[in-house]
C-alpha cells in the first residue's frame, strides 16, 4: 500500500494552460504539505494544510492554489503556466502534533509529478 | 547566506571507505533536525534523526552542535547502495506544521 500517492507521474502541457496535481496519504496524519524541487535539485516547500487549515503559504506566485478537501488530501492547482514552473513537485505529510518532538516533524513523501511546461 | 549548506560534492569512495558530510544552519531557533536520503529520481526518504546527544543507527552516525549550529552524518563502511544524495534538514515548527528547510544535499558515489 502506498503510504502518500500522487498523480500524475509526469505532466507535460504547454505554457499558459491550466493543471492539477493530487495527493492522498493513508498514514492518518493531520498534516500535508507541496514541496517544488527545481532543475538544481533544490527542494523547497510552498504549502502546508493542517487538518484542511492553511498553515504556510511560501512566496508562492498566486497562480498556485492548494486545495485540501480533507486531511487525507491535498491538491495543487496552477494556472497559466510558465516555462520556470517546470520542476518535480512532491506531496508530503506529517503526523505532527503540538509534543510529538522529532517523530511529529518527520514528514513522508510522494513519489513526486514531473511537470514540464514546452 | 542560505539557511542549510552542504558541501554539494560529489564525494567519490570505494566500497568499505568511511565518509564524512558537514551540515549548518543559520536559524538557531531551529528545533529538529534530520538526514534524508534522496535517490536520482525519487522522493526524498528519512534516513535518521538528529538528536543533540548524537545517535547512531547501525554504519550511520549523526551528530548536532547546537551551539555551533553544526549537523555531521558519519557513515562507516560504505556500501554500493550508498550511492544517492544527502540531505541535511533543519525543523522549524510554524503552527500545526513542521516546516523543514531542506539543503541542496552532497551527492555520495561509492565504487568498486
Known amino acids: 500500500d502506498t503510504a502518500v500517492s500522487q498523480t500524475p507521474k509526469y505532466l507535460v502541457t504547454q505554457m499558459g494552460n491550466d493543471k492539477s496535481i493530487k495527493c492522498e496519504q493513508n498514514l492518518g496524519h493531520d498534516t500535508m504539505y507541496w514541496y517544488k524541487q527545481d532543475s538544481k535539485k533544490f527542494l523547497k516547500i510552498m504549502f502546508s494544510y493542517n487538518n484542511k487549515e492553511l498553515i504556510i503559504n511560501e512566496t508562492v506566485p498566486n497562480r498556485f492554489s492548494p486545495k485540501s478537501p480533507d486531511k487525507a488530501h491535498l491538491n495543487l492547482h496552477i494556472n497559466s503556466l510558465e516555462l520556470g514552473d517546470s520542476a518535480v513537485y512532491f506531496c508530503a505529510s506529517s503526523p505532527y502534533a503540538v509534543g510529538t518532538g522529532h517523530d511529529g516533524d518527520t514528514q513522508y513523501f510522494g513519489p513526486g509529478t514531473r511537470l514540464t511546461v514546452l | 547566506r542560505k539557511e542549510v549548506e552542504q558541501d554539494p560534492g560529489p564525494f567519490n569512495v570505494p566500497e568499505g571507505a568511511t565518509v564524512a558530510f558537514n551540515c549548518t544552519y543559520s536559524n538557531s531557533a531551529s528545533q529538529s533536525f534530520f538526514w534524508y536520503r534522496q535517490d536520482c529520481r525519487k522522493e526524498p526518504k528519512l534516513l535518521m534523526s538528529v538528536y543533540s546527544s548524537g545517535n547512531e543507527d547501525g554504519r550511520f552516525t549523526a551528530q548536532l552542535n547546537r551551539a555551533s549550529q553544526y549537523i555531521s552524518l558519519l557513515i562507516r563502511d560504505s556500501k554500493l547502495s550508498d550511492s544517492a544524495t544527502y540531505l541535511c534538514?533543519?525543523?522549524?515548527?510554524?503552527?500545526?506544521?513542521?516546516?523543514?528547510?531542506f539543503g541542496t544535499g552532497t551527492r555520495l558515489q561509492v565504487t568498486l
Open positions: 534538514v533543519v525543523n522549524l515548527r510554524t503552527g500545526t506544521a513542521s516546516k523543514l528547510t
